[in-house]
Every structure is written in C-alpha cells, then in structure tokens.
C-alpha cells in the first residue's frame, strides 16, 4: 500500500492562502473608485509603450436610483488597471458616451434629486474621471426624449448631437470602443 504523502496537501492550503487573500487596489489615476486585482506574471504582456485610446458605451443603469453605475466604474478600472502595471497616464486617453437608460447617471444633484429623490451616487465618480482628462459625451438625442437640459448636467459633461455620432468620432479618431 502507498504511504500517504502529506506535502501536496500542504502546498496546495499554502497556495489557496495567497491566492485568498489578495485583495482588489484602487489607485493610482482614480483613488476612490476602479478597484482592481493584481495579476502576477500573465502570458499574454500588457505592451507599456503604446496608446490605449477606449470609448465607452454607457448605456445601462442600475433600477436602483442609489446605486453606483458599475458600467462607468469600468472606465475608472481601466485607468487604475493599466497604470498600475506601468502604462503612463500620457497614453492613456478614455471617453464615455452616456445615453439610453444611463441619461440619469449624469444628472447633477439638485436635478437627481428632484426627480429621484436622493443623491446621484455617481457624481464623485463622473467628476473623478472628468478632473482625469476622461471626455463624458451625453447624447443629446437622449437629453430631449427623457427631458434633460444641459443645465441639470454634471459640470464638465458635453451635449452631443447623439451617441452615434460621438461615438463614430471617437472611433475614427482610433479610439476602441468598450460596451460591457
């Protein structure tokens, strides 16, 4: 009979540990939000030295009126996840085209809570990514049929003619599109 070998076992709880207990890490371009994990020692290399150009379709919102918009926090992992493995904020260029069921993400407070009555959870967010150089593009197609004026816009928003048209500048000015 085989005698039992208790070191695979071992290893294999030590491993579990530490993979366990990695934690997720904001930082460094946007500090309260985008949390991100490490990788250690992917195959496929993130290349440091090119431009990361990326356009987002914020489209979808949460029912929930107090509830963070995890498809614009995206915007701010991507930012986080790329200058944490050493891609400088130089060559990172992000835009979110905001339209649809996502109009009200980018409603500023008084106007959110009018309507909602509550606080937009998405302000400090929107703002964060603004103050780092993301472009947010609100479809003005979107703005008329759900009754947003410009003034009711987190400040530093842009009003488009629509999404698809920002959308399609954004794509030929190379930037690649993120829809999640």
């Known amino acids: 009979m085989p005698q039992f070998n208790p070191i695979p076992l071992f290893l294999g709880f030590i491993l579990s540990l530490s993979v366990g207990a990695q934690t997720k890490k904001a930082g460094p371009i946007i500090l309260d939000f985008g949390e991100v994990w490490t990788i250690n020692a992917p195959d496929f290399k ?7 150009k990326a356009v987002f ?10 509830t ?10 991507f930012l986080n996840m790329h200058a944490q493995n050493g ?5 990172l260029k992000i835009a979110l085209v905001v339209h ?14 009018k309507r909602y009555g509550t606080n937009n959870p998405n302000i400090d967010l929107v703002k964060a990514l603004i103050d780092a150089g993301a472009q947010v593009v609100f479809c003005g197609q979107s703005a008329m049929s759900r009754g947003i004026a410009q003034k009711e ?11 698809m048209t920002a959308l399609i500048q954004f794509q030929n000015n190379d930037y690649k599109t993120i829809k999640f």
Do not use: C, W
């Open 153 to 163: 816009l987190i400040d530093g928003v842009q009003l488009s003619l629509s999404a």
């Open 100 to 113: 649809s069921k996502a109009s009200k993400d980018i409603m500023n407070n008084e106007a959110y809570q």
């Open 57 to 66: 379709d914020i489209m979808n919102s949460p029912d929930e009126h107090r």
């Open 46 to 52: 993130t290349d440091t030295s090119m431009d990361f």
């Open 87 to 91: 891609v400088p904020i130089e060559q």
């Open 68 to 77: 963070l918009n995890s498809s614009i926090e995206t915007a701010a992992r």
